[in-house]
């Protein structure tokens, strides 16, 4: 018997995006959508990201923005009374959620339906006992591990888990305190640090499969036992490395025909006994020789034994993954089967003749490589293990392995980390444990003839891995001894090699080689994913590109535009500029022009192959983003413009190598770009429009920067131009840190080093819309954080709560005579510090920054202001003045709601990096809480962004000289709110001074308990405030060890006093939220 | 040889008897070989396939990109020799990593005489059959594209030749595995026989049937009902095979005089026979159903299986007696895929329910089989 179709779902987001939990989400989130759309069924939809497609009001019939908690979702359940709850695809956070709601006994009471999971499913594959005995009942074997809290119990555990073993302590970081054990003696060093580095006293042992092959399963099951399997997956790092981690090639390359269908019956009896109706990813550990497990080979086994390691009953990052490399819409199909439909029921939306109930045949080799942090958090602790650290990923297509992978590496834009790439403190034989620095590591090792079998050997990779890369080294060796020919540079080409790296290893240039390639007509074609094989003939223009004979993407007949995506989520380019990109596609579209998508990025939105006419899977770089114009521009000559202000810096720098190329853009000119970001020019327009910066200038010298310093007066921000996030940025108080900090800085590479006046004040953030003649100003944005915090770490508040009509009007005014100056042509965004103090005469409002592109607050004011900023900007593009689209100049009237964004940060994921607030950019995501007041806005944004402490919560203050007068106030409302306070030395005697109660407790670590670290770990506070002055030497010296073990502890740790006073206002007094829908605030009556 | 072999290779042609001609690299044997050129979608399995009877008379084009990746060893053969004419792929590795792996993919090819092209773009080729239908082409490395082309329009269609007294057994045999017992009766009775009648059989066929604790005979395409029957058999199994089926009218007669004697199971070619025997004719597909992800519903239990198939041609079931259901469609094209007798112990299945290669979801139609062959015997025992 089929369920009855609900008629209303309730469908929760995964709220900002985590380490772990990122864009593919919003990815799920917005298919479930659009397949409750199709079914007829209302959506309601909760998310506290503001920064997603999903929450876009075209997307569910009913958007909440609030926090992620039950109290939230009870009122939206009492208020929508929906038929039933979807949970699978917001990740972890959804499951969690939809069980916090069956405790609570909500689901039951308002009556609503789980669908996909059941709770019984989703504790079976959370609670590591109750699955043990599920895949025990059903004959899949499962790793062996005791879990033990003594070394008594830890010597009988042995006897049943055998050496060697792994150990690992519970609620640790990053598998602090944990490791391999191979001897005895080992056994027990290990064993008993991890029993002291667990705050409980507990630890996992288990059965070590260490240099196993990992691999995944993607499977489906509907509600009438129909299983599918979508998608296979190899790691190419063994096991011991997390899957997040893990660079992954689809589908699995080292498998016979039995090994690959063995998995296969497995997973899809895991699906079966687990009774899910939907998506589920099944992970397994498989032996790769028998010498491995130590099993002697028979004649008759042809396979090795395997263990099942991980399910996950939802959507998840690989089922994106899956999705985009088969091309079979997981998420979309997983919430059709959620509502009853069965599998064969579903239309296949690429062929549009076969339906949902087959398994993708893929004809190509899909590599997927995680992006790293590192390049932010030098000092991170770069070593992959069990805690994922990658903040996003690339995934690329070929029909080689080689290929998929070269392109892969240039889909990460790290610069100058080609596929040629060395360490250039390698030793002669480059250490080959498991980092982001790996596959460089073993190509450095081919390199320098190290035996292929000693690398698989040392770092488990597969040796058929090991040998595809050392054919690449070949060719590298090929390309440094022989002269190019039209068939050397083929194969080089079908490898995968860039022109650019063609170049340096046949010392020529790239426009060279990128000559020689048309002279020989070596170009790529494209050809469809299509999930089929070639089988069918498919109407989805989904397309990779490769070096072979027949091309399936002819140039389309009518008007077209490309829109360049934002690649791989990265601190600093998050999820937000996927937003823009996606609504460019739409708004083309809206205006009867073909949009063609080009992006790296598996997990996003914006390469869902409906999202855009046309969709090119390809690396975000001079040379495929021409090869694929030039592919659009066909026989005619004439490319398509292209886009380049949505992707973030990844697109907006490709404006001068377009330009350079005679390729058109859309927009804002490469001039133009280029006048706003160079400094120089930059000054030059803000000196005849006779609008103040804060005096500074760009030095390429340490001498230049020195003077410059000592000429306008510490403290000074020094950072490169042209980078994202704020990366290498310092405030620097002397010239000794100055000559520190001006070293990293030129590092960058990029050019010069700015070097400015840091002007103490709030920091205020517009973004503008210019059509050349008119200026639109959405919104103003006011940070609550002062300047030096980076704008992206902040929290922003709108409409701002205390500028001066002066300063609004010299707001807007500036915007708008830089927007009209600079030619903009679509969207600008900049960032002003209010300083009166600087500035007697005026209003004390300094341009610190402009951006000539979409920034990462548009998704947000488009939502709290309700103006379509993306796609205003697109139709300025195609020649739609904002008077024509019915907007007129200036500010657009304030809405009568308060809205305010606040970061998310990842750091209880990386080990070894400080969590203070300053100049760099260090958080993941963003969430927004928006309500009729300020106060209840602040709460639920603190709510939602885990830093809400209530009333009664103790505290440890640990502050700087500088912040002591200023904390008074906040000292006397946490005493009056009934926190037990305790404080280092100096603070403590402040507070004392204060005549309010105080236990002191020292930061010096050797000196006597308790110590800051020990009211931390022992949960004697549950919140911390920890203010630092100086360089980041003085920093780092200053609580890294409170501040690391804060994040730890999961505890709230203020590193800014301006967040820290927001937090103790809204716990001091506590304003009663509302909960509505978005649109009901921003366009409905307040009550 | 350099790990960069592909330029080290002699080129070699694909030309199809429509005069397309596709360039490559030659690997396997030397000289030219001529089939009808087909193509599957499995992404693993290449031995399997290479060794499957069906493909007898054909060029197999895998249309996954990198082949031989794991390298070759005697327990992926389905049958004695290499079936195929020709093997067209994309990339084949020289650089297998496999610890069962004894043999590169090219060397296996080359020591048993089968020519394959590599460096094809195997995905245009698809494309093209796709919509042409499949068609005659030679893999050759010995000759121009227009001799190859004369030679090809000289030859006869694939459709019209019989190919299963090539792949058939000579004689009667009895199935056995190295190492792997016959599992005793838990009541002490002796194992069921089962008789396969070799139409091109697949070794684990019979391999499910020994796990199944069945003595298993193999016994040549010629052999008529009475022969059969005179083994005794519990069962009998129509195996898959090669080609056409109305070009075997012995077989339709000895199964004709099976039915109502003993249990059958056809599977493939063996299904196709059995249509044959209940009125309906076959037809040529346009480019067949050949990978290991095809749907097929079970019009009882609305159930879908993905199965392994191999086949060019398929059964009609516009003409079907009434004795016989239809009892599952494939669901891309809604071509018959199971029939089942009405009231005799007769079943059968156009896919690969042995899987090798490809998926093991229908395994469980052996046990169906078993269940009729050990009612059956019981039933008789009772009665006796």
């Given at each position: 018997m089929r369920p009855p179709k609900p008629a209303s779902v309730l469908i929760i987001g995964s709220g900002p995006i985590i380490i772990g939990q990122a864009a593919e989400f919003d990815y799920a989130g917005t298919q479930a959508c659009k397949a409750m759309r199709e079914e007829g069924i209302r959506s309601i939809l909760v998310n506290s990201n503001p920064a997603t497609i999903m929450t876009d009001e075209e997307v569910a019939d009913v958007t909440y923005i609030e926090p992620l908690t039950v109290e939230v979702l009870e009122r939206i359940i009492a208020r929508e009374r929906p038929d039933a709850l979807l949970p699978t695809l917001g990740g972890q956070t959804g499951l969690n959620l939809a069980v916090e709601l069956h405790e609570a006994g909500i689901l039951g009471k308002y009556n609503v339906r789980l669908l996909g999971s059941s709770i019984r499913t989703i504790k079976l594959a959370e609670d590591r006992e109750l699955f043990r005995q599920l895949l025990?009942?059903?004959?899949?074997?499962?790793?062996?591990?005791?879990?033990?809290?003594?070394?008594?119990?830890?010597?009988?555990?042995?006897?049943?888990?055998?050496?060697?073993?792994?150990?690992?302590?519970?609620?640790?970081?990053?598998?602090?305190?944990?490791?391999?054990?191979?001897?005895?003696?080992?056994?027990?060093?290990?064993?008993?640090?991890?029993?002291?580095?667990?705050?409980?006293?507990?630890?996992?042992?288990?059965?070590?499969?260490?240099?196993?092959?990992?691999?995944?399963?993607?499977?489906?099951?509907?509600?009438?036992?129909?299983?599918?399997?979508?998608?296979?997956?190899?790691?190419?790092?063994?096991?011991?490395?997390?899957?997040?981690?893990?660079?992954?090639?689809?589908?699995?390359?080292?498998?016979?025909?039995?090994?690959?269908?063995?998995?296969?019956?497995?997973?899809?009896k895991i699906i079966r006994a687990l009774g899910i109706e939907g998506g589920c990813n099944v992970q397994f550990a498989l032996a790769p020789r028998p010498d491995v497990v130590g099993w002697a080979e028979s004649d008759t086994a042809d396979c090795l034994p395997y263990h099942v390691i991980e399910v996950n009953p939802r959507v998840s990052r690989s089922s994106a993954l899956a999705s985009k490399a088969t091309g079979y819409p997981i998420a979309r199909v997983a919430a059709k089967i959620a509502v009853g439909k069965r599998l064969h029921e579903v239309e296949n939306a690429v062929t549009r003749r076969t339906t949902a109930?087959?398994?993708?045949?893929?004809?190509?080799?899909?590599?997927?490589?995680?992006?790293?942090?590192?390049?932010?958090?030098?000092?991170?602790?770069?070593?992959?293990?069990?805690?994922?650290?990658?903040?996003?990923?690339?995934?690329?297509?070929?029909?080689?392995?080689?290929?998929?992978?070269?392109?892969?590496?240039?889909?990460?834009?790290?610069?100058?980390?080609?596929i040629l790439w060395e360490r250039s403190d390698w030793p002669a034989v480059p250490p080959l444990d498991a980092t982001d620095e790996r596959i460089w590591a073993v190509l450095a090792s081919i390199r320098r003839h190290v035996p292929l079998e000693e690398i698989s050997g040392r770092s488990g990779i597969d040796?058929?891995?090991?040998?595809?890369?050392?054919?690449?080294?070949?060719?590298?060796?090929?390309?440094?001894?022989?002269?190019?020919?039209?068939?050397?540079?083929?194969?080089?080409?079908?490898?995968?090699?860039?022109?650019?790296?063609?170049?340096?290893?046949?010392?020529?240039?790239?426009?060279?080689?990128?000559?020689?390639?048309?002279?020989?007509?070596?170009?790529?074609?494209?050809?469809?994913?299509?999930?089929?094989?070639?089988?069918?003939?498919?109407?989805?223009?989904?397309?990779?590109?490769?070096?072979?004979?027949?091309?399936?993407?002819?140039?389309?007949?009518?008007?077209?535009?490309?829109?360049?995506?934002?690649?791989?989520?990265?601190?600093?380019?998050?999820?937000?500029?996927?937003?823009?990109?996606?609504?460019?596609?739409?708004?083309?579209?809206?205006?009867?022009?073909?949009?063609?998508?080009?992006?790296?990025?598996?997990?996003?939105?914006?390469?869902?192959?409906?999202?855009?006419?046309?969709?090119?899977?390809?690396?975000?770089?001079?040379?495929?983003?021409?090869?694929?114009?030039?592919?659009?521009?066909?026989?005619?000559?004439?490319?398509?413009?292209?886009?380049?202000?949505?992707?973030?810096?990844?697109?907006?720098?490709?404006?001068?190598?377009?330009?350079?190329?005679?390729?058109?853009?859309?927009?804002?000119?490469?001039?133009?770009?280029?006048?706003?970001?160079?400094?120089?020019?930059?000054?030059?327009?803000?000196?005849?429009?006779?609008?103040?910066?804060?005096?500074?200038?760009?030095?390429?010298?340490?001498?230049?920067?020195?003077?410059?310093?000592?000429?306008?007066?510490?403290?000074?921000?020094?950072?490169?131009?042209?980078?994202?996030?704020?990366?290498?940025?310092?405030v620097v108080q002397d010239a000794n840190e100055l000559v520190r900090f001006f070293g990293a800085a030129l590092a960058e590479n990029t050019g010069a080093v700015l070097i400015d006046k840091y002007l103490v004040g709030p920091e205020v953030e517009v973004d503008a819309i210019c059509d050349g003649v008119t200026v639109l100003i959405p919104g103003i944005m006011e940070h609550i954080e002062r300047a030096g915090v980076h704008s992206g770490d902040s929290m922003a508040v709108y409409p701002p709560q205390r500028l001066t009509p002066e300063q609004r009007?010299?707001?807007?005014?500036?915007?708008?005579?830089?927007?009209?100056?600079?030619?903009?042509?679509?969207?600008?965004?900049?960032?002003?510090?209010?300083a009166p103090a600087a500035a007697p005469n005026g209003p004390g409002v300094f341009v610190i920054?402009?951006?000539?592109?979409?920034?990462?607050?548009?998704?947000?004011?488009?939502?709290?202001?309700?103006?379509?900023?993306?796609?205003?900007?697109?139709?300025?593009?195609?020649?739609?003045?904002?008077?024509?689209?019915?907007?007129?100049?200036?500010?657009?009237?304030?809405?009568?709601?308060?809205?305010?964004?606040?970061?998310?940060?990842?750091?209880?994921?990386?080990?070894?990096?400080?969590?203070?607030?300053?100049?760099?950019?260090?958080?993941?995501?963003?969430?927004?809480?928006?309500?009729?007041?300020?106060?209840?806005?602040?709460?639920?944004?603190?709510?939602?962004?885990?830093?809400?402490?209530?009333?009664?919560?103790?505290?440890?203050?640990?502050?700087?000289?500088?912040?002591?007068?200023?904390?008074?106030?906040?000292?006397?409302?946490?005493?009056?709110?009934?926190?037990?306070?305790?404080?280092?030395?100096?603070?403590?005697?402040?507070?004392?001074?204060?005549?309010?109660?105080?236990?002191?407790?020292?930061?010096?670590?050797?000196?006597?308990?308790?110590?800051?670290?020990?009211?931390?770990?022992?949960?004697?506070?549950?919140a911390?405030?920890?203010?630092?002055?100086?360089?980041?030497?003085?920093?780092?010296?200053?609580g890294f060890h409170i501040r690391r073990n804060a994040t730890e502890m999961r505890i709230p740790c203020f590193t800014s006093i301006d967040t820290a006073r927001a937090a103790i206002q809204a716990l001091a007094h506590p304003d009663a939220y509302e909960v509505r829908p978005l649109l009901e605030y921003r366009d409905g009556v307040r009550p | 040889m350099s790990l960069l072999h592909t330029s080290e290779r002699p080129p070699a042609l694909l030309v199809l008897a429509d005069g397309r001609v596709f360039a490559g690299v030659g690997v396997g044997a030397a000289g030219h070989s001529d089939g009808e050129v087909v193509f599957s979608t499995s992404m693993t399995g290449y031995q399997e396939a290479l060794t499957d009877p069906s493909f007898r008379g054909q060029i197999l084009t895998m249309t996954f990109p990198l082949q031989g990746n794991y390298g070759t060893n005697a327990s992926m053969e389905e049958s004695a020799t290499i079936q195929v004419r020709g093997f067209v792929v994309r990339e084949m590795t020289d650089l297998p990593s496999h610890w069962r792996s004894i043999e590169t993919l090219h060397a296996y090819l080359e020591r048993r005489g089968i020519p394959g092209i590599a460096e094809v773009d195997t995905r245009a080729l698809t494309r093209h059959l796709r919509s042409r239908g499949v068609v005659m082409g030679t893999i050759t490395r010995d000759e121009t594209a227009e001799q190859a082309l004369a030679r090809l329009q000289a030859m006869p269609d694939y459709a019209t030749l019989d190919y299963v007294a090539e792949v058939s057994t000579d004689a009667a045999y009895d199935f056995e595995e190295p190492n792997r017992l016959l599992a005793p009766q838990s009541d002490g009775s002796p194992p069921p026989h089962i008789v396969v009648l070799d139409l091109g059989v697949k070794r684990n066929i019979m391999r499910l049937l020994r796990q199944r604790g069945c003595q298993v005979t193999a016994v040549p395409h010629t052999t008529d009902a009475e022969t059969i029957l005179s083994l005794r058999p519990d069962g009998v199994l129509l195996s898959p095979g090669p080609g056409d089926p109305m070009l075997l009218d012995h077989v339709t007669e000895a199964t004709r005089g099976l039915i109502g004697r003993t249990p059958i199971m056809g599977i493939c070619l063996g299904h196709q026979v059995i249509g044959r025997v209940f009125g309906a004719s076959s037809y040529k597909l346009k480019f067949g159903h050949r990978g290991a992800n095809h749907p097929v519903r079970d019009e009882i239990t609305g159930k879908v299986y993905i199965t392994s198939q191999n086949h060019g041609f398929a059964v009609d079931g516009d003409h079907l007696d009434a004795a016989v259901q239809v009892t599952q469609l494939h669901l891309n094209d809604g071509t018959v895929e199971g029939l089942q007798h009405t009231s005799e112990p007769v079943f059968t299945i156009q896919y690969h329910s042995e899987a090798s290669p490809g998926p093991n979801d229908t395994e469980f139609l052996f046990d169906r089989f078993m269940t009729s062959v050990r009612t059956l015997r019981e039933s008789s025992r009772g009665g006796r």
């Open positions: 025990t009942d059903i004959g899949e074997p499962t790793p062996v591990s005791v879990i033990v809290e003594s070394w008594e119990a830890a010597q009988a555990a042995l006897d049943i888990v055998g050496l060697p073993a792994v150990v690992r302590p519970a609620y640790t970081l990053g598998g602090t305190g944990g490791g391999i054990a191979h001897s005895l003696e080992e056994y027990e060093r290990i064993m008993k640090n991890g029993l002291d580095a667990s705050p409980i006293s507990q630890v996992l042992v288990e059965q070590s499969l260490l240099g196993w092959k990992e691999l995944e399963y993607e499977v489906m099951r509907d509600g009438n036992d129909t299983c599918i399997t979508i998608c296979n997956m190899e790691n190419l790092d063994p096991m011991g490395v997390h899957t997040g981690d893990s660079i992954v090639v689809a589908p699995s390359q080292t498998l016979s025909d039995r090994e690959y269908h063995m998995l296969r019956n497995s997973a899809l109930a087959f398994e993708p045949a893929l004809d190509y080799v899909v590599v997927k490589i995680p992006r790293w942090p590192f390049d932010k958090f030098a000092g991170g602790d770069r070593t992959l293990g069990t805690q994922m650290k990658a903040t996003g990923e690339v995934m690329a297509i070929d029909r080689t392995f080689e290929g998929a992978l070269q392109k892969a590496i240039r889909s990460l834009e790290f610069g100058s980390r080609t040796p058929w891995f090991v040998e595809r890369l050392a054919r690449i080294v070949e060719m590298e060796r090929t390309l440094l001894a022989q002269d190019l020919t039209p068939l050397l540079l083929r194969e080089a080409k079908r490898l995968g090699f860039a022109d650019r790296d063609i170049a340096t290893l046949a010392d020529r240039l790239p426009d060279q080689v990128r000559a020689l390639r048309e002279e020989w007509d070596i170009r790529p074609v494209y050809k469809m994913v299509d999930t089929c094989a070639a089988e069918f003939d498919a109407v989805t223009p989904y397309f990779y590109s490769t070096y072979e004979d027949e091309n399936e993407a002819p140039p389309t007949s009518r008007e077209s535009v490309l829109v360049l995506g934002s690649g791989p989520i990265r601190i600093g380019q998050g999820i937000e500029f996927d937003y823009c990109s996606v609504r460019a596609a739409r708004a083309l579209q809206h205006a009867g022009i073909e949009s063609i998508m080009a992006n790296s990025n598996p997990e996003t939105v914006s390469t869902d192959y409906d999202t855009s006419d046309r969709l090119y899977f390809e690396p975000l770089d001079e040379e495929s983003v021409r090869d694929l114009l030039e592919n659009e521009a066909g026989d005619s000559g004439e490319a398509p413009r292209t886009i380049v202000q949505f992707g973030g810096q990844t697109a907006i720098n490709m404006a001068k190598p377009l330009n350079n190329a005679a390729l058109p853009i859309a927009g804002s000119s490469a001039d133009s770009i280029d006048l706003a970001e160079d400094r120089g020019r930059f000054g030059q327009i803000l000196a005849e429009l006779d609008i103040p910066q804060p005096p500074g200038a760009a030095v390429h010298t340490l001498e230049e920067a020195l003077s410059t310093a000592d000429a306008i007066g510490y403290p000074v921000l020094v950072r490169p131009s042209y980078v994202l996030g704020g990366r290498a940025m310092e009007d010299a707001i807007v005014d500036y915007t708008t005579r830089m927007a009209l100056a600079l030619q903009v042509r679509g969207l600008m965004n900049v960032q002003f510090v209010i920054e402009v951006n000539p592109r979409s920034s990462r607050t548009v998704p947000f004011l488009s939502k709290v202001t309700g103006v379509p900023m993306v796609d205003l900007a697109v139709n300025i593009m195609l020649g739609r003045s904002l008077l024509e689209q019915g907007y007129s100049a200036g500010l657009w009237p304030e809405r009568n709601l308060v809205a305010v964004k606040a970061p998310v940060f990842s750091m209880s994921k990386l080990v070894d990096v400080d969590t203070f607030l300053g100049p760099e950019m260090k958080s993941t995501g963003e969430v927004m809480g928006v309500d009729y007041t300020f106060g209840a806005a602040v709460r639920k944004a603190l709510i939602a962004s885990g830093l809400h402490v209530t009333a009664g919560t103790p505290f440890l203050l640990s502050l700087s000289n500088q912040s002591k007068a200023e904390a008074v106030a906040m000292i006397r409302d946490l005493h009056e709110a009934g926190c037990r306070l305790y404080a280092t030395e100096g603070t403590a005697a402040l507070i004392e001074g204060l005549g309010i109660p105080v236990e002191m407790v020292t930061k010096r670590l050797n000196e006597g308990h308790p110590n800051v670290v020990d009211v931390i770990r022992a949960g004697t506070v549950k911390v405030i920890n203010t630092v002055e100086g360089g980041r030497a003085a920093v780092q010296r200053d | -």
